[in-house]
């Protein structure tokens, strides 16, 4: 697609001004979330892999759900081609971390839901789950203004509108993604979403609004 299609120019340009409202507007709790380090329900996930004689490690993040006892991510964390996986170490934003194997994680709809001690979390936020109904997206269920916060929230993690891509490459886009697998996205004081790709940049939907097709919504 051409990168100065007036279409996708226009919308993001619209979605920008929208972004900066929906961002002034967004909740005090939100905010907290993002603030709030010491009570943060962001867990940073590391995955040993084991393949054949040689190991691995890679990195993504999830959020602390239900009673404190399961963090939730996306199913891409623990696919790794043939590697199986020896250990997951859960890193909590109360400097306490658990470790467990692949019988400590399930999986459903897409998520994957890993079993820890409440004790462990003691402190640590725990959020409650926005369901959207499966025929519908963030932005049918929520409205536009969610669309826009979506989009202020990939910028501050350093993806760059389509845009500015187009016009001045990626490489001179000022910040690096700081987004991970299982990166999760706050909305009214709860998780809707998680990112289940790290993408390049911000896309814009063909019925207009910005894509959604970099995260996965928690479905009813």
């Not at 963030?138 to 929230?153: P, W």
């Not at 187009?166 to 706050?186: D, H, I, V, Y």
Request: aromatic share 8%; glycine share 10%; hydrophobic share 40%.
């Amino acid at each position: 697609m051409n990168c100065f299609y007036k279409k996708v120019v226009v919308t993001l340009a619209g979605m920008g001004a929208l972004a900066g409202m929906a961002h002034a507007q967004t909740d005090a709790l939100t905010q907290a979330v993002s603030r709030q380090v010491k009570t943060s329900p962001v867990v940073n996930i590391s995955v040993n892999w084991k393949n054949g004689d040689s190991s691995s490690l890679t990195h993504c993040e999830g959020v602390l759900v239900g009673q404190g006892d399961k963090v939730a991510t996306v199913k891409e964390c623990f696919e790794n081609g043939s590697a199986s996986v020896q250990q997951v170490t859960l890193f909590f934003s109360n400097k306490k971390s658990a470790t467990g194997g692949w019988q400590t994680i399930a999986l459903r709809d897409g998520m994957a839901f890993i079993r820890v001690n409440p004790q462990v979390t003691q402190g640590v936020r725990t959020m409650q789950v926005g369901l959207v109904p499966a025929d519908q997206s963030l932005q049918d269920y929520y409205g536009q203004d969610i669309g826009a916060e979506l989009m202020s929230f990939m910028m501050s993690k350093g993806v760059p509108p389509a845009r500015h891509r187009c016009r001045m490459g990626a490489s001179n886009w000022p910040r690096e993604p700081k987004l991970k697998l299982g990166t999760p996205f706050f909305w009214n004081g709860k998780v809707v979403a998680l990112f289940k790709e790290v993408p390049h940049r911000i896309s814009v939907s063909l019925f207009g609004g910005i894509s959604e097709g970099a995260v996965r919504l928690f479905r009813r």
